[in-house]
């Protein structure tokens, strides 16, 4: 008797298996796949901060684990000096509009490398992955001289001629000024400095195909040259560059 109990409850437990496997296995069942793990990613992006204008970004990651990569990284922004000033001399027609003061253009070119953390993947948050960014490098200050168009006195009475003239503060006054020449002017001017950056932020990716990467990141960087660049007359200049920023970014994973 007890025999035949056993028998039967094998036998009920070899079913009950049966049937859990075959529902496990089921075709028409759907069941969700975690995506395979991409190793690569590259993205593009475009920047904006609180000290300049629109910048371009390229970033290279490659994942180390899970939940982190590594990250090599280029930036190219323009910095501006937080006393400048856009104006236009009232007294003629058609007068360009130039930044009084302003001795040279400042841009920099930042190349380095990092980190990026995942803390919250995309199954976690809805559809929008959650990535700490640290990184740092070399920062390359590129200065160009500023070129003004000068109104300078002809024989005739009350009539001037234009002239374009690197913009000195000691000879260059408001009355003078007509405007800001080309951009070409200084451009065999050059000059650069050395520096490095350091950068902290938080990457939000939302891109809906999984190969794809749609990423808004915000954040902070310092920005450290040895001197003061010379950006502004009449004021005091700046060596260390603080400054929040915000990307929008694209790329493809694989």
């Known amino acids: 008797m007890k025999f035949s109990r056993l028998l039967f409850l094998i036998s009920g437990l070899i079913v009950l298996n049966a049937t859990i496997t075959r529902a496990q296995t089921n075709p028409n ?7 395979v793990l991409m190793k690569n990613e590259i993205t593009y992006g475009l920047n904006t901060h609180t000290s300049g204008t629109i910048g371009i970004q390229f970033r290279r990651s490659y994942n180390l684990t899970v939940n982190k990569k590594r990250i090599y990284e280029g930036d190219f922004i323009g910095m ?25 253009s400042f841009n920099i070119l930042r190349v380095g490398t990092g980190y990026e953390r995942t803390l919250y993947n995309k199954a976690e948050r809805n559809g929008v992955e959650i990535r700490f960014v640290y990184s740092g490098g070399l920062s390359l200050g590129i200065t160009k001289p500023i070129y003004l168009e000068i109104l300078k006195p002809t024989p005739l009475t009350n009539q001037y001629e234009i002239v374009v003239e690197k913009y000195n503060p000691e000879v260059h006054f408001i009355d003078s000024i007509y405007g800001r020449a080309s951009f070409i002017y200084g451009i065999n001017q050059l000059r650069f400095h050395p520096g490095a950056y350091a950068k902290i932020g938080f990457n939000f990716e939302y891109a809906p195909i999984f190969e794809n990467v749609k990423a808004l990141e915000i954040g902070a960087i310092i920005d450290v040259f040895p001197k003061e660049i010379p950006i502004m007359a009449f004021t005091k200049n700046k060596q260390f560059f603080l400054t929040f920023y915000i990307t929008l970014m694209f790329g493809n994973k694989w």
Request: proline fraction near 9%; glycine fraction near 4%.
């Open 29 to 35: 069942e759907y069941v969700e796949e975690k995506p």
């Open 80 to 104: 501006k000096h937080p006393k400048e000033v856009r104006t236009v001399n009232p007294y003629y027609d058609n007068a360009k509009s130039y930044v009084f003061g302003k001795l040279n």
